[in-house]
């Protein structure tokens, strides 16, 4: 009886779980499939996909009354920066971040209660499942920025090339992200939206501290610093941009020569643990044995 009554919720979970895969793969099929036969030839894609989050969507667009009225504003204010530095800001926000958050916790406190008899595995359960998300957010963030920071020297070293051939700045950023629209880099995107806020009026100094606001990267901050007082002071766009791309570029080759000599370095542990215990083995062993046999 008590394994019968452990394997029904547990099915009862595989179950709707499954229904709610199928009905989130025919919906975002058909959304996708719309949007393929609408598309334009000059459509920009800027928002990233997370089917992981919008699994979710019915469970926290259902808490989004109990999230808007929680009074934590710094943690919805840091959830918020974190979704637009991730890319996820055309799909989510701060609130459905949260309420991804409850849901998972639930999700987790369910399991709890089924495999688990004690409190605390319950208690560390609903921890894991609130921690989870935020952890996923953190490191879909991380990565995007990594990305941003790969993708600067040869996105720059572009822009400088069209300057120098003739093109305004403005210009220059249209036809780089004309030519990586379809490359889906995170850099590009950037610069498309701040050409977007550039053409809504905006100057180019305040698109340029957006965009740095935006991505939360010291690299990004320092090149918009740099383009910023260029501006202010007339000098020429194009030695700048050639100046911050091979700036950039020497900087990724250094960080590459360091995690190489990191890298050695981290495997002398593994190797003295693991691999030279074998090779003394290998060969010493015989002569162990023959020393024991006698």
């Not at 008590?2 to 009905?23: K, V």
């Not at 900087?251 to 890298?263: N, S």
């Given at each position: ?23 989130y793969t ?202 910023i007082q ?37 495997l002398l ?26």
């Open positions: 009886m008590a394994s019968l009554s452990f394997i029904q919720p547990l099915s009862y979970l595989l179950f709707f779980g499954a229904t709610l895969f199928f009905i025919m919906v975002s099929g058909s959304k996708k499939l719309a949007i393929s036969e609408n598309a334009r030839d000059d459509d920009f894609e800027i928002a990233e996909e997370s089917r992981f989050i919008l699994m979710f969507r019915p469970f926290y667009r259902v808490l989004s009354p109990l999230i808007e009225w929680l009074p934590l504003p710094g943690y919805k204010s840091r959830m918020n920066r974190y979704v637009v530095t991730a890319g996820l800001e055309g799909q989510v926000n701060g609130n459905d971040m949260i309420g991804f958050q409850v849901s998972i916790m639930l999700v987790f406190v369910f399991c709890g209660f089924i495999y688990f008899d004690s409190t605390l595995s319950i208690l560390l359960a609903a921890a894991a499942g609130l921690a989870y998300p935020y952890v996923w957010l953190y490191e879909k963030k991380k990565e995007r920025q990594e990305r941003i920071k790969l993708s600067m020297p040869d996105v720059v070293d572009m822009l400088s090339l069209s300057v120098e051939a003739g093109l305004s700045f403005n210009a220059a950023v249209q036809k780089v992200c004309n030519i990586y629209r379809h490359d889906k880099d995170p850099f590009v995107v950037e610069l498309y939206l701040m050409d977007q806020n550039i053409k809504l009026g905006r100057s180019r100094e305040e698109a340029l501290k957006i965009m740095a606001d935006r991505v939360e990267l010291m690299e990004l901050d320092s090149f918009a610093s740099i383009l260029a501006n202010k002071m007339g000098s020429s766009i194009a030695e700048v941009l050639k100046s911050q791309a091979d700036r950039m570029r020497s900087e990724r080759f250094l960080k590459a020569e360091k995690l190489g000599a990191q890298a050695s370095q981290k542990l593994p190797m003295m643990l693991f691999i030279f215990p074998v090779i003394f083995i290998v060969i010493f062993g015989p002569y162990l044995v023959k020393f024991i046999m006698g």
